[in-house]
């Protein structure tokens, strides 16, 4: 009997675990920017995605758009990462939203964002096994030019997949600060990053009944927070 990849949570429990940083001076690319937790970096060997379909039967122009740009943006990370597309949202990790991210308020007021990444740490039972996983949302808005759709469903992607973090090189879709191009394809330090934190030893996907004892909230139908490093900067220019 072939073992389903990608099953449907029985069960979530959101733990009490929140991005740190690593303090890790690694020599890969900017691996030394990355947030961690307590329980190893949040990667999983595989991943479950869901993106959101279009309204009707057919997308229609806007809708076509966003999907096409989103589905550039999973083919260029699924050269390096194993992806799973699922239609139930239930059997997803991380779950891609067309979606304007809301104003975030910072010390100099109210800032817009074309994507934002959105993390939970969870206790999910699976097919009767308790895991520890990522729960990620990904929101990338619709009304934006097709290139930069494409660089911020990128880039918030990167987020979804471990790179709590940016780089301080504008040609990186990691970067937070891109010049007035946008970036649609992974740099090599991309790469080295992200193979970096793929060989870090981590807790998450790994199967343990002692998830299922940790003390947890029932997972909400919205994420808690958003991470600092989950966002980028617009490209010069761009609205």
């Not at 947030?35 to 990667?43: D, K």
């Not at 817009?112 to 993390?119: C, D, F, P, T, V």
């Not at 808005?141 to 471990?162: I, N, T, W, Y």
Request: aromatic content about 6%; charged content about 25%; hydrophobic content about 40%.
């Amino acid at each position: 009997m072939t073992t389903d990849p990608c099953p449907p949570a029985q069960e979530l429990r959101v733990l009490d675990v929140t991005l740190q940083p690593s303090g890790a001076a690694a020599p890969v690319g900017y691996a030394d920017t990355l947030a961690t937790t307590v329980e190893g970096p949040p990667s999983l060997p595989l991943w479950c995605i869901w993106v959101e379909p279009a309204l009707g039967q057919e997308p229609d122009r806007w809708e076509r758009r966003w999907l096409t740009a989103v589905d550039a943006a999973i083919g260029s990370w699924s050269e390096l990462v194993p992806i799973r597309r699922v239609t139930d949202p239930n059997r997803a990790h991380l779950r891609i939203e067309r979606r304007r991210p809301p104003l975030r308020r910072l010390a100099s007021g109210w800032r817009a964002s074309n994507g934002r990444s959105l993390l939970n740490v969870v206790a999910a039972r699976r097919q009767g096994k308790w895991r520890l996983e990522p729960q990620v949302r990904v929101l990338v808005s619709p009304e934006l030019r097709a290139p930069v759709l494409q660089a911020a469903a990128l880039h918030e992607l990167g987020h979804g997949f471990g790179l709590w973090g940016h780089s301080p090189d504008p040609g990186d879709a990691m970067a937070l600060h891109q010049g007035g191009t946008p970036v649609l394809k992974l740099s090599a330090r991309d790469r080295l990053t992200l193979e970096w934190l793929r060989l870090q030893p981590t807790r998450f996907g790994l199967p343990s009944p002692a998830w299922g004892r940790r003390a947890g909230q029932p997972a909400p139908a919205e994420p808690r927070a958003s991470s600092p490093h989950g966002e980028r900067e617009p490209p010069a220019g761009e609205k």
